[in-house]
């Protein structure tokens, strides 16, 4: 993330379009560079697989679910959580199935449900952090908001977790994981 900011920021300033595909392509030749055994980190693969997912997928999810369910105010916000989350989704299944043998069923139900929550629990945390820096400054009410956003996102995790059918038990060999990303390609 830092490598792909880094590169648009740099393309702003030289009054260049960023190009999220160069940025991402970047970003994997540093980290392999700096790290070749990074490679094998399922997070680093499963970080690079959901933003290639959501570069190469979501605009046109998210035209398709905006044309069922409306563009405008609640309904594209709507529609553009839940093309992300399906993008990102689609593109982590295979290597989720490859390396856990396991895919959840109810991952876009938790992550829609969540959605509202995110985004404030994550500029909380962070104006936390910033204000952090600042000795003696009470924190306690920011942190208390911000706790609350993090629970609801916990117990949506949790609610979505205890069925006994969100969870089904899958084998994905290498060549069934390059035919998975073959397929989604197409």
Known sequence: AGV??????????????????????????????????????IGWQLSFAAVAGIFVLAQPLRR?????????????????????????????????????????????VANLLAMPAVAPAMWLGMATAAAAQVPGLPLGAINGLDALFLAYIAQVAAWCAAPGWAEVHVHLDGAGLVASYLCLAA
């Open 4 to 41: 792909m900011g880094a590169a648009g920021v740099l393309a702003t300033l030289a009054g260049r379009r960023a190009s999220r595909l160069y940025a991402l392509a970047l970003a994997l030749g540093v980290t392999l560079a700096v790290d070749p055994g990074v490679a094998s980190d």
């Open 64 to 108: 398709a679910i905006a044309a069922r369910v409306g563009a405008g105010g609640w309904r594209g916000a709507l529609a553009e959580g839940a093309a992300v989350t399906i993008a990102a989704t689609l593109a982590t299944a295979p290597l989720i199935a490859f390396h856990f043998e396991t895919l959840s069923t109810t991952t876009l």
